[in-house]
């Protein structure tokens, strides 16, 4: 990873060197410290802005400018880097207004560090907006402004409410798309078709619950709601490795 950088915009300084910490230190992840690098303001992100930045954790308050100002330059000078925008309760507009200049993905404040990072190793990884292998694959359509702001709802609801039983009647009722736009094109923003996104969310907590604390197999394949044998034959397709190989 030494040519790769990460870029965090956050004004708040206990906050980013945290995240600076667990970037260098945390397993899988393990960057330099040199490589990430923080900005305090909007004019500090723009001027440390560099071809080799991988990702940008751009927090949307920031004290000289907005960070839509700042991701909206990042648009127009460096397409090709991939912003995660972090914002604050309440901020559904906000996100709106990101994904429309471009962000991959957002947090809201507040959030898990383990959460952010997942975001960030998903996007560095190359797995983020990956189509699912049984998912039929079809040039993505435009997204017409309207539909977008319930595809928020839907994508929000789903990242807090995961871990429970979710239908797509559910949410079709959310969002207030019928079944056939919110299938469409939720996965023409994520990559994904409504289940395969909330599988993969699961699968991501299930790997954190393998790693921390004495949880077995079996105990994190029924808090999915899986078998022990399926929770097996979905984690091998996903990541490649058995979830044994986790624990060890």
Partial sequence: MEEKKILIVE????????????????????????DVILAASGTE???????????????IILPDMSGLEVLRHIREHHPSIPVIVVTAYGTEDLCLRAFRL?????????FSFDELLKKIDAILSGSFGRIDDDAE????????PQ????????KTYIDYNYMLPITISELSSVSGLNRV??????????????NAYIRRLRLDHAVQLLKEGDNSISDVSMKLG???????????????????????
């Avoid at 471009?102 to 507040?110: E, N, T």
């Avoid at 736009?181 to 409504?194: H, Q, S, V």
């Avoid at 929770?231 to 060890?248: M, R």
């Fill in 181 to 194: 736009y919110l299938c469409k094109y939720f996965r023409a923003l994520t990559g994904y078709t409504c």
């Fill in 11 to 34: 004004d708040e300084k206990e906050q980013a060197d945290c995240l600076r910490e667990l970037l260098t230190l945390k397993p899988g992840f393990n960057w330099r410290a040199e």
């Fill in 45 to 59: 992100a723009i001027e440390r802005l560099e071809p080799d930045i991988a990702v940008v954790v751009l927090d």
């Fill in 226 to 248: 899986y078998s022990p044998k399926y929770f097996s034959t979905l984690f091998k397709k996903t990541y490649g490795v058995v979830p044994k190989k986790i624990k060890e």
């Fill in 147 to 154: 539909i977008l702001s319930k595809l928020v709802k839907a």
């Fill in 102 to 110: 471009g962000a991959k993905d957002y947090v809201k404040k507040p």
């Fill in 137 to 144: 694959v079809s040039e993505s359509p435009m997204i017409p």
